[in-house]
């Protein structure tokens, strides 16, 4: 085994700052002879095996760990679906990585928290301002998981009767799967209604929807990234059989596309780590904003205003009864760690981009989806975008030829794209990967 | 300890709000490529310099507590030192992947998510790992919709999760979100589990008795052996709440005793930041009869490579993609970097400093003996009056009030990454705390950004954005 220890001291954890010396006289300031004796576990438990771990040094960890992601293969990603990126600014990185901001915990004492608390006020309110809706919490996992809360939400609410979610035929199945999990202990239950090319059936929704309907969900721009016209009718359907309208989005898209709120939308969801983080395997932010109606049944954190002992504005975790610690098993949600710092982060980036930043960065994902699926559309055997539609950063294409061969080939040019079904694959484009498309094309037309 | 915390701004606020530095509004419809039916009108946002921003963010850096800045002995939130080469390792580029991908194109990542499964499996005695669940509340609901197929699977309908009176509140209410009466099971007088009283509480009802070992108050049941017998007699399952796994590393396993299901903590035990309230993750660990229920997908090691696979009768998803990656591989070098020593020291040390903060400190300590952390009562003062004094004293205090049944209770975690020295300067803050006079403690804190804040009024009068200010400026 290596020498891993910075100092000579015991093989014993490099993060407990204790010399022998210090141990000995701690043990004995509480009249024991050995750490064995600090543990009244019974003999019948005890491990007494080897758990066979070897231990590394911080250098042979950050060489093992580089050499294994480097396993991955050097791909160019026109992946989405529900988890999109966009540049994210060096000054994040630098700022949120402040160990004021990255050791600390949620804010039980508030008077020496007020940094993290103002920031987490601060992302509430521009998710306000998104949404138009006037409450947000301080977050949710991800979009899968606030959907699923969504949901609790209206089978908990007076203002909707009845048991059935209704969710739009195109969804990203991982999404339909968690939500199905987070009805699983309630007398909810989830259903499909049709679309029309890429977008909510309107009329087959109005079918389908009766007073046993507690909410209606719909998103926008969709997991096939069309982008929805008819939102306020949707939300007309939802109050003529009163239940409630939850609508999905994403914080970029929310920048440019029609305001939840003008199109009645009881509840927003979505993903709010399009901005902040980086690619992350799919790690989220969830974004939950709703009704003032609905204030004492939202899941999560809560930050408000208040006022210290000397006058001034201060922010601290408020109305907290809603939530597992004090209200157990009727609380809201089971949610007590959360994402915050990926808050934060989402926060400054939109503070970075500001007004003009954010439209600019939502339209060049219009832009940029349609000039993609133009010059797409002009190689022979493929129709992009399949959906007659306005798209926002992604779109499907159909292929003469099937789907996955295509997917293979340019995945061994240095592609990647998802594959739909036999014959359509999704594209995503965003400032990430927009330089790159001149070569994806080039290598669309190569695998065909 | 002498501490002032920075304190910015004017006599109004501590420092002015994004939106009261800058507000701009943006016409959308003129800027936008869409038809205006599908726009926004227009769009109102703080626009800033980065300058301007850098500074907003570096000051309110500046009036925040953490780990780096002094004590933080939260009982049951594990504090600990966050080793900074993790940052590192997760800030890898090509770890920034999309999940999307094909597996063949994922080895890397799949190989670190594997061997994290693995480690896991080895610390908790469990046979399969699933790390999905994005926090540990996620982790205990997702263990009892594992607990949960089971019985069906066994066509055995049972609607009750026994949860202990000192449990934490997650519990409830995860039991309850799976869809469970929940049986509050009240705590022994010696603090423990009554072995009487869960005789009582389980049934053929019962699907599972979640528990936590060391206990809330850091005590070790001692019968756990009896319990796990009690529980699986009745044809229920055990449950494992990891929140305290920090005191038992290399010591004891919670599948050696003889529980089936449990959660890991990774942000605690496993020291990955807390990050002002999250991300952490909570992956599931299981015993061989439950591993088919386990999420999809887990990831399995073939003779090719690694891949992502379904468990046959899979619960299906209980997050989007796979979980909080981030999260996930600064545990992995965590638990590699200190390996079987270095585990087993860090329990030994974080009970050595429980034990030793306790014998410093002037408090009763009701329930001993303890391991990692200890419930202390602040007798007749107000538990959050003295915590509050504690600030002044530049040090965070303890989780206060908790476990309701230690009165004024303050549960401390100090962890093992306190020096004798800081522990001896916490101690101090504790005994000072304690005998000031008590307008001192009433009217703390001083030294902190902002002096005590009034919560009643401000939840009595919820103003949860700067929308809701008005008529404040």
């Keep these: 085994m290596s020498n891993h220890n910075r100092h000579e001291r015991a093989q014993g954890s490099p993060y407990a700052p204790h010399t022998p010396e210090d141990t000995a006289a701690m043990l004995n300031a509480i009249g024991l002879e050995s750490e064995a004796e600090l543990f009244d576990v019974p003999a019948e438990v005890r491990f007494e095996d080897e758990l066979g771990i070897e231990s590394r040094s911080e250098r042979e960890l950050r060489a093992e760990l580089s050499s294994t992601l480097a396993k991955n293969a050097d791909l160019t990603e026109f992946l989405g679906r529900d988890h999109h990126t966009h540049y ?10 402040r160990s004021e901001f990255l050791t600390s915990y949620t ?23 998104l949404t138009g809706l006037p409450i947000a919490n301080c977050s949710m996992y991800d979009a899968a998981t606030a959907l699923g809360e969504a949901a609790r939400l209206a089978g908990r609410v007076r203002q909707a009767s009845g048991t059935r979610v209704l969710v739009p035929e195109i969804l990203h199945e991982n999404k339909r799967a968690v939500l199905e999990n987070y009805v699983d202990g309630t007398d909810l239950t989830v259903h499909t209604y049709p679309m029309a090319d890429g977008t909510v059936d309107v009329e087959a929704l109005a079918a389908a929807a009766d007073e046993e309907t507690a909410m209606i969900y719909a998103e926008n721009p969709t997991v096939h990234g069309t982008i929805e016209s008819r939102l306020a009718d949707v939300g007309d359907v939802a109050d003529d059989v009163e239940a409630l309208f939850c609508l999905g989005s994403d914080v970029v898209a929310l920048g440019l596309l029609t305001e939840p709120a003008s199109v009645g939308a009881d509840v927003v969801v979505g993903e709010a780590d399009a901005l902040g983080l980086p690619t992350a395997y799919g790690m989220g932010l969830g974004l939950f904003a709703t009704r003032e109606a609905f204030l004492r049944q939202v899941p999560g954190r809560l930050v408000g205003a208040g006022e210290d002992a000397a006058g001034k504005r201060a922010y601290t975790l408020t109305l907290q ?26 926060a400054m980036h939109l503070a970075w981009l500001g007004p003009d930043g954010l439209v600019d960065l ?20 493929v129709k992009a975008p399949v959906h007659d539609r306005h798209h926002f950063r992604e779109f499907l294409v159909r292929t003469d030829q099937p789907a996955s061969a295509i997917a293979n080939d340019l995945e061994a040019s240095g592609f990647a794209v998802h594959v739909v079904d036999d014959h359509r694959l999704q594209v995503c484009v965003t400032d990430v990967n927009a330089a790159a498309t001149d070569a994806l094309v080039a290598a669309f037309e190569e695998a065909l | ?70 004590p933080y002995p939260l009982g049951s939130c594990t504090m600990k030192y966050n080793p900074s080469f993790t940052e590192d390792v997760a800030a890898d580029p090509n770890g920034a992947v999309h999940p999307d991908r094909s597996e063949a194109s994922l080895q890397g990542t799949l190989e670190v998510l594997h061997g994290l499964q693995d480690y896991l499996a080895r610390i908790g005695g469990m046979d399969a790992v699933t790390l999905q669940p994005p926090a540990g509340a996620a982790g205990e609901f997702t263990g009892i919709l594992v607990a949960k197929a089971y019985h069906e699977s066994r066509d055995d309908d049972r609607s009750e999760v026994i949860v202990p009176a000192s449990a934490h509140g997650t519990n409830f209410a995860s039991a309850a979100m799976a869809g469970y009466d ?196 602040a007798g007749d003062r107000d538990a959050a009056d003295v915590a509050k004094r504690m600030l002044d004293y530049g040090v965070h205090p303890p989780t206060t009030k908790w476990p309701e049944f230690v009165p004024e209770a303050m549960l401390t975690e100090p962890t093992e990454a306190e020096s004798r020295a800081s522990l001896d300067d916490l101690a101090a803050a504790f005994n000072a705390a304690m005998a000031d006079s008590i307008e001192d403690v009433e009217s703390a804190p001083s030294k902190t950004t902002a002096r005590r804040i009034d919560q009643a009024a401000a939840a009595r009068n919820p103003r949860l954005s700067w929308h809701a200010l008005g008529d404040e400026e």
């Design chain 1, 107 to 129: 804010q039980y004492q508030p008077e020496i928290t007020q940094g993290f608390l103002q920031a987490l006020f601060e992302y509430q309110s521009l998710v306000v301002e």
């Design chain 2, 182 to 377: 929940v049986v509050e099971l009240p705590s022994g007088e010696d603090g423990r589990v009554d072995l009487d009283a869960l005789e009582a509480a389980v049934s053929e009802d019962t699907a599972a008795l979640m528990l936590t070992n060391p206990n809330t108050v850091g005590l070790f049941e001692r019968d756990i052996v009896e319990i796990a017998d009690i529980v699986h007699d009745a044809g229920g399952l055990l449950y494992y709440d990891g929140a305290n796994l920090n005191a038992l590393l290399g010591r004891a396993r919670p599948g050696d005793m003889g529980f089936d299901v449990m959660h890991y903590n990774v942000h605690k035990t496993f020291a990955t930041p807390h990050g002002g309230g999250g991300p952490g993750a909570g992956p599931v660990g299981v015993v061989d009869d439950l591993v088919e229920f386990l999420p999809s997908p887990r990831v399995c090691e073939t003779e090719g490579g690694y891949e992502l696979c379904e468990p046959e009768q899979t619960i299906g998803k209980v997050h989007g993609y796979q979980g909080n990656w981030l999260v996930l591989v600064k545990a992995y070098a965590y638990i590699a970097r200190l390996g079987d020593e270095g585990l087993e020291d860090a329990s030994a040390k974080a009970v050595l400093n429980a034990n030793y903060l306790a014998e410093q400190i002037d408090y009763e300590i009701p329930y001993e003996p303890f391991h990692h952390e200890f419930a202390a009562t």
């Design chain 1, 88 to 97: 994210v600014p060096s000054l994040i990185d630098e700022l949120s990585e």
């Design chain 1, 321 to 346: 009864t809603r939530e597992q610690h004090i209200r157990k098993e009727r609380a809201t949600s089971n949610i007590c760690t959360n994402q915050a710092w990926v808050a934060l982060r989402t």
């Design chain 1, 362 to 381: 939502a339209s060049q994902c219009v832009r940029e989806a349609q000039s993609l699926a133009e010059r797409l559309s002009e190689l022979r055997g």
């Design chain 2, 1 to 70: 300890m002498n501490h002032d915390q920075a304190r910015y701004g004017d006599d109004e606020r501590y420092e002015p709000l994004l939106s009261e530095k800058d507000t701009t509004s943006v016409d959308v419809d003129e800027q936008s490529p869409l038809p205006d039916d599908l726009t926004r009108d227009s769009l109102e946002l703080p626009g800033l310099s980065e300058p301007e921003i850098a500074r907003h963010y570096t000051r309110l850096s500046q009036m925040n507590w953490s780990v780096e800045s002094g």
